[in-house]
């Protein structure tokens, strides 16, 4: 499933999360977090008062602070208009409950609930802007994939082709300009419907 989206008069669709359109993967990739040590997403019984005793010691806080960290206010909890659409309706709806709603982890990748946390829990959130959206996809791809198509030169940074031609005539100062001509590259391949 994509996301359509309007630059000028260009519509472009661009690709939902893996994980919001696979149940095997958002599957896997949830029950990872689960059980990484360094993770611990949970509480799977949101009156579970040992997850939120664990995550205090964990935090070196107490119980009702930890309760406070929530993925809700979490810096990488995404409940962007546009990942809303990438919800599947009849798995999620409805999308909110009485005790919060549903929204993507960028950090592991998986549909999580506003009403949980995990060890990695950072401040800042929750996503509300597509735009933000957008840039933390982008930083969530894989390094490897990245140093395929950005390039490192003397003076910056080249958005280059599968051939390894520089797709601007000048690079870009920093690497987060060069990621911007990116993603209009990668919006350009789904408007060709690569």
């Known amino acids: 499933m994509g996301i359509k989206i309007i630059i000028g008069k260009t519509e472009a669709r661009l690709e939902c999360p893996d994980a919001t359109q696979d149940l095997e993967l ?15 997403y949970g509480p799977l019984n949101l009156a579970d008062d040992e997850y939120w005793e664990r995550a205090a010691e964990h935090w070196n806080t107490e119980p009702e602070v930890a309760k ?28 909110e409950d009485e005790e919060g709603y549903l929204g993507y982890c960028w950090m592991h990748h998986f549909k999580c609930h506003s009403a949980r946390s995990c060890y990695t829990w950072a401040a800042g959130g929750p996503i509300s802007k597509d735009k933000v ?4 996809q982008a930083k969530g791809s894989k390094d490897e994939e990245l140093e395929e198509k950005i390039k490192k030169v003397k003076g910056g940074y080249f958005v280059t082709s599968k051939s390894g031609k520089h ?10 300009a060069a990621l911007a001509q990116l993603g209009a590259v990668e919006i350009s391949k789904a408007e060709r419907g690569k």
């Open 26 to 40: 958002n599957t896997k990739n949830r029950n990872a977090a689960i059980k990484a040590e360094h993770i611990q």
């Open 68 to 95: 406070k960290s929530k993925c809700s206010n979490c810096i990488a909890f995404d409940i962007s208009p546009r990942m809303l659409e990438c919800m599947p309706g009849p798995t999620s709806e409805p999308i």
């Open 167 to 176: 797709l601007s005539k000048k690079p870009h100062r920093t690497k987060k």
């Open 133 to 136: 959206s957008y840039e933390w």
